[in-house]
T-cell receptor, first 111, second 111 residues
Framework: GQQLNQSPQSMFIQEGEDVSMNCTSS?????WLWYKQDPGEGPVLLIA?????ELTSNGRLTAQFGITRKDSFLNISASIPSDVGIYFC???????????FGPGTSLSVIP | DAGITQSPRHKVTETGTPVTLRCHQT?????MYWYRQDPGHGLRLIHY???????DKGEVSDGYSVSRSKTEDFLLTLESATSSQTSVYFC??????????FGPGTRLTVT
């Protein structure tokens, strides 16, 4: 089946540092989604991307839809302790099609 | 807040017993989904529904059945629970065909 790969699998950073993570696929997607999950909670949608090359921001978070349509990137600037959690990417080929989720990147922020 | 609730939030059951998990939404969205989340696997789709009495299988549907008799409720049933079904189960809705919003999850332990 379709698979998404996320890297890094986990990361430990100092508070105030910038964070970069990415998501790659062997398939083309027309929608990319980024979610964050806090412990014991459901995933929360952070950013949705709909166009190749698109760069979208949500506060300190910026995500990009890769030009090849096979990848996406998420950056977090000036990390803070509440950024701790698991970040999932997800891809979708067409509206109402199944959404495929990556395995997640676990982020830890050291105060 | 997408108005999604799940019940129960936690359940411990014995192997071989039937279990039903409930997902309730308050906004009459047509598409609803059941996922399971396991370490190293991310979120995997079990079943989904595209309307009352309209359901279809996902990636990991074996051992699960679903029902949707009302727009607001989507039930997931494990007919005879097994230890491999110990997991965290999330319900989600689709608002616009691509963005999915998740409930708080049900932690199920099968002993």
């Amino acid at each position: 089946g379709q698979q998404l790969n996320q890297s890094p699998q986990s990361m430990f950073i100092q508070e105030g540092e910038d964070v970069s993570m990415n998501c790659t696929s062997s398939s083309i997607f027309n929608t990319w989604l980024w979610y964050k999950q806090d412990p014991g909670e459901g995933p929360v949608l952070l950013i949705a991307l709909y166009k190749a090359g698109e760069l979208t921001s949500n506060g300190r978070l910026t995500a990009q839809f890769g030009i090849t349509r096979k990848d996406s990137f998420l950056n977090i600037s000036a990390s803070i302790p509440s950024d701790v959690g698991i970040y999932f990417c997800a891809g979708q080929k067409t509206s109402y099609d199944k959404v495929i989720f990556g395995p997640g990147t676990s982020l830890s922020v050291i105060p | 807040d997408a108005g999604i609730t799940q019940s129960p939030r936690h359940k411990v059951t014995e192997t071989g017993t039937p279990v039903t998990l409930r997902c309730h939404q308050t906004e009459n969205h047509r598409y609803m989904y059941w996922y399971r989340q396991d370490p190293g696997h991310g979120l995997r789709l079990i079943h989904y529904s595209y309307g009352v009495k309209d359901t279809d299988k996902g990636e990991v549907s074996d051992g699960y059945s679903v029902s949707r008799s009302k727009t607001e409720d989507f039930l997931l049933t494990l007919e005879s629970a097994t230890s491999s079904q110990t997991s965290v189960y999330f319900c989600a809705i689709s608002v616009s065909g691509d963005e999915q919003y998740f409930g708080p999850g049900t932690r199920l332990t099968v002993t």
